[in-house]
T-cell receptor, first 115, second 115 residues
């Protein structure tokens, strides 16, 4: 079974631009969670999507948004990029059992550099 | 902010020795814990997990111990190999709808294996 895939793997943008990242979950997984990883803050939860609906959200500004499609693929968008948005953006997929204890499997991440 | 803490940022061990990586968590209501391994340029890779109703779980060369009394989690790697060199993260998941799809990560411990 193929793992979680993310595209693109690397991105360079300038301040003020916007960016869209894509994530394809493991086949059969309906939940996609997004995380931001930086050296200073570590891995932080952005949001989770299930059945095309945002089911949970972390403490990030509204510039960070996402969506999920009927095939469970998900995208996240960051508008009006700031230098501090430079990070590795990871998505993770799971079955999506509500309040269930289940493993999340991560993709390789998208490395975003904002200049 | 939310965080599962790790005691040591770097652990250096000799090849063939056993490694123990520790983690302290803050939320006594968390019911699920996972250890991930992250190699340079890759996303976190699942190693082993444990539910709060257990105190020990074994995998291949790895053992996770959970002490709920002192809110402590540890990962033991037997016969450490050079391929085990990576950053190790513990993560916790709380109960309830506010924690759906959300893992809280520690800062990570870098494991260096000396030949």
């Amino acid at each position: 079974k193929a793992g979680v895939t993310q595209t693109p793997r690397y991105l360079i943008k300038t301040r003020g631009q916007q960016v869209t990242l894509s994530c394809s979950p493991i086949s059969g997984h309906r939940s996609v969670s997004w995380y931001q990883q930086t050296p200073g803050q570590g891995l932080q939860f952005l949001f989770e999507y299930f059945s095309e609906t945002q089911r949970n959200k972390g403490n990030f500004p509204g510039r960070f948004s996402g969506r999920q499609f009927s095939n469970s693929r998900s995208e996240m968008n960051v508008s009006t990029l700031e230098l501090g948005d430079s990070a590795l953006y990871l998505c993770a997929s799971s079955l999506g059992l509500k309040q269930g204890v289940e493993t999340q499997y991560f993709g390789p991440g998208t490395r975003l550099l904002v200049l | 902010g939310e965080n599962v803490g790790l005691h040591l940022p770097t652990l250096s061990v000799q090849e063939g020795d056993n490694s123990i990586i520790n983690c302290a968590y803050s939320n006594s209501a968390s019911d699920y814990f996972i250890w991930y391994k992250q190699e340079s340029g890759k996303g976190p890779q699942f190693i082993i997990d444990i539910r709060s109703n257990m105190d020990k779980r074994q995998g291949q060369r790895v053992t996770v111990l959970l002490n709920k009394t002192v809110k402590h989690l540890s990962l033991q790697i037997a016969a450490t190999q050079p391929g085990d060199s990576a950053v190790y993260f513990c993560a916790e998941k709380g109960m309830g709808s506010s924690n759906t799809g959300k893992l809280i990560f520690g800062q990570g411990t870098t494991l260096q294996v000396k030949p």
